[in-house]
């Protein structure tokens, strides 16, 4: 196999392939850049992103009978598109509410949380199976996320809750969550 026959059935595939999958996962990535109020990262990485494609599709679009120019696109596309979704679950940009609602007395679940760092709000409702509920609202990095969920699924395993994105928090608000190292600093005045 000469060189040239080398590059068109399988270093040009491979290249697609690879474009493909940043390409894709880059969208991913400005698609909650944009989601978050991002509007100069969601533009850099725009631009990146638009390269890529043209790259790429430039490739396949010059000679369409190449069959496997044409999966490696298409492979790469759903292969970018997974990747970018775990890129953004890494990223964890922005915050989430948190919503638990329980019928039982939630005060030793405000006491474990609040330790741990968290601050909450707590109103009373009624629910239309349940009669009196509590219902707590956390306001949460979501890099914390997966650790709150932990607790609650390991300690409360039978609590229900609902997470929704946050797209924009006041500037200067305080917010229902603090590091627990950041708690034990402000205590010394560090």
């Known amino acids: 196999m000469d060189i040239g026959t080398f590059w068109s059935v ?31 990262l969601a533009a850099y ?76 709000t707590r109103i009373e409702g009624t629910g239309s199976f349940s009669g009196s509920v509590s219902i707590i609202f956390m306001i949460v990095p979501r890099k914390e996320l997966s650790r709150l969920l932990s607790i609650i699924s390991r300690e409360y395993p039978d609590l229900l809750y609902t997470i929704e994105d946050v797209r924009n928090i006041k500037d200067g608000a305080r917010i229902f969550y603090q590091d627990p190292k950041r708690r034990i600093l402000s205590f010394f005045g560090m």
């Open 10 to 40: 399988a270093a040009i595939p491979l290249l697609i392939l690879v474009a493909r999958i940043a390409e894709a996962s880059l969208e991913s990535v400005r698609t909650i850049y944009i989601s978050k109020g991002h509007a100069n």
């Open 45 to 120: 990485v725009g631009i990146v992103k638009t390269g890529i494609w043209l790259i790429s599709t430039g490739l396949v679009l010059t000679d369409l009978m190449q069959f496997w120019n044409l999966f490696a696109y298409l492979a790469g596309y759903g292969m970018g598109t997974v990747l970018g979704m775990e890129i953004e679950n890494l990223i964890s940009i922005g915050y989430v509410i948190v919503r638990l609602i329980t019928p039982s007395d939630p005060q030793a679940l405000m006491s474990r949380l609040s330790t741990l760092g968290y601050g909450m």
